[in-house]
């Protein structure tokens, strides 16, 4: 996980707030998401592709977030 670092999103994942970073990967090819979450043994991020400003992009970021959630709750509370 090696890409440009944009910033960090918190998430609540039980009682544990976890920061998460964010990351640009580039633009966008029609055939991948604009932001996904990305995990790789302990080290994680949401990836984003293209203008991190654009509505799309921000509602594809939510999308991560709530699958960032949702890993981390069966990685760090079970």
Sequence with gaps: M???????????V???????PIRAAGEAS???PAARFE???DACAIVVRG???SK????AMQRAAREAV???SR???N
């Design 75 to 77: 990685k760090l509370l």
């Design 30 to 32: 029609s055939a991948e």
């Design 51 to 53: 203008d991190a400003t």
């Design 2 to 12: 090696d890409k440009a670092l944009m910033g960090y999103v918190e998430l609540q």
């Design 14 to 20: 039980g009682s544990l707030k976890v920061e998460i």
């Design 70 to 72: 949702r890993q981390l």
């Design 39 to 41: 995990m790789e043994g």
């Design 56 to 59: 799309q992009v921000e509602r």
